[in-house]
């Protein structure tokens, strides 16, 4: 029983630490705070990583027996297992990650990485690439063909432009105040997060799959100066 616990103790702790390497990536890097929680990504990838994090050492011991001649074969089929389902499991949490987010009509719309069309064979939409690291900040263009609604300009990045100043500008005439925020939300909660940000006067909301939240500006410059959780309507 001894030699059982100690090889369920150590996948245990294995398991763990890439685990935690596995939150890192996600929350960190694919899905900032409080993207995570617009997308509804949390409860689905921390329930998958439990799973996987506590089934691989039970397995392991169930069958780990000192002397047993097939035990590093059982052993290394449960890591291959475990690993194919963590693997398969960060692949589909990466096909949702945020990469645009795109500003239209006086709100944010998040893109996330399955919806996306990016022209790669456009070398000036370089910008709008899919990457791993953090939404890239854009708006729609101003001429958009009619056979495409504004709607769908938003997943492609053949109608899209970096932020520069002219949406900067764009931006800072439809923010709002800050006080409506203290309608749709607890005003103790508001003046804590936006005490965080004190160059922010005023935000646009952002609209997402799960959550709206709202984008703290700053209306003289029209810069984003915050994604955070509160709600704009």
Not at 22 to 46: E, R
Not at 55 to 67: D, R, S
Request: hydrophobic share 50%; net charge positive.
């Amino acid at each position: 029983m001894k030699f059982r616990l100690l090889c369920f103790g150590s996948h245990l702790f294995v398991s763990f630490v890439i685990a935690l390497l596995s939150v890192c990536l996600v929350f960190w890097l694919w899905y900032p705070s409080p993207l995570d929680k617009a997308l509804g990504v949390a409860n689905i990838f921390l329930l998958l990583l439990c799973i996987d994090v506590i089934v691989g050492p039970l397995l392991t011991l169930i069958v780990a027996k000192q002397g047993k001649k097939t035990l590093k074969i059982d052993l290394l089929t449960i890591g291959v297992l475990q690993l194919a389902a963590l693997v398969y499991g960060l692949y589909i949490v990466a096909q949702g990650r945020p990469v645009w987010v795109v500003y239209d009509s006086g709100r944010f719309e998040v893109v996330q990485a399955y919806e996306a069309v990016a022209d790669s064979a456009n070398l000036s939409q370089d910008s709008f690439r899919l990457g791993f690291v953090g939404p890239v900040w854009a708006s729609v263009v101003d001429s958009i063909p009619t056979s495409i609604g504004r709607g769908e300009a938003y997943y492609q990045s053949a109608f899209l432009q970096i932020y520069d100043a002219g949406v900067a500008a764009r931006v800072a005439s439809s923010a709002i105040s800050l006080d409506v925020l203290k309608r749709f939300n607890k005003p103790e909660i508001v003046v804590s997060i936006l005490s965080k940000h004190p160059e922010a006067n005023a935000f646009v909301p952002l609209a997402a799959k799960e959550k709206a939240l709202s984008v703290l500006v700053n209306k003289d410059s029209g810069q984003p100066i915050a994604i955070v959780n509160l709600s704009p309507w």
